[in-house]
């Protein structure tokens, strides 16, 4: 993913980074998953017309994906329930983004409710991307991504969840930490709440 989608691909093509992502997808040894910006750098370019996050630039992207991308002035803000298509698992996300992306000759990898697809991939599905944050917050799809993962090793598929993904306990724990090192009291009575 990135936040400044522009700025990002020329770090990667500065770095290096980008050539390196390009040759692992090439070799086909490794699964590539791009979000939101990530997406749209695993493309052919990305258009930046209206000078979002540049002053109007075309950049060619990795050309991982056959794909363009260009940022609309409009931002994409919605909560999604999606569709993983080739698992059949139901996803919970957002979308936040300007980017729009021409996916129509690619496997539909990731489907909203309302059928639009949000997340497209290479034939051989090693390569694909998505506009659906949270997707790997699943702990269904998180176990059958690492699980697909394991059997192209050669590692039986373990089918059952691992770890259990919920931010819930944490942020009570994180909470109660807070409640008791602060004077929680007193901070209420500056803010006028007490």
Partial sequence: GSKNVISDLHYLRRSGLGEA????????????????????????????????????????????????????????LVRVEATHTLSGI???????????????????????????????????GHTWGTYLHGLFDSDAFRRWFIDRLRTRRGLPA???????YNLEPAIDRLAEVVRSRLHIHQIYQLMGLR
Avoid: W
């Fill in 158 to 164: 373990l089918g059952t969840v691992q770890a259990v």
């Fill in 90 to 124: 139901t996803l919970h996300g957002y979308e936040i983004h300007h980017g729009q992306t021409n996916n129509s000759d690619l496997l539909p990898v990731i489907r909203r409710r309302d059928g639009s697809v949000i997340g497209i991939g290479a034939p051989q």
């Fill in 21 to 76: 992502i390009a040759k692992l997808a090439s070799e086909g040894k490794t699964e590539l998953v791009g979000v939101c910006g990530g997406l749209q750098m695993l493309g052919l370019e990305i258009a930046d017309p209206h000078g979002i996050e540049s002053s109007g630039q075309e950049l060619r992207a990795l050309g991982l994906l056959p794909v363009k991308s260009f940022l609309a002035p409009d931002k994409t």
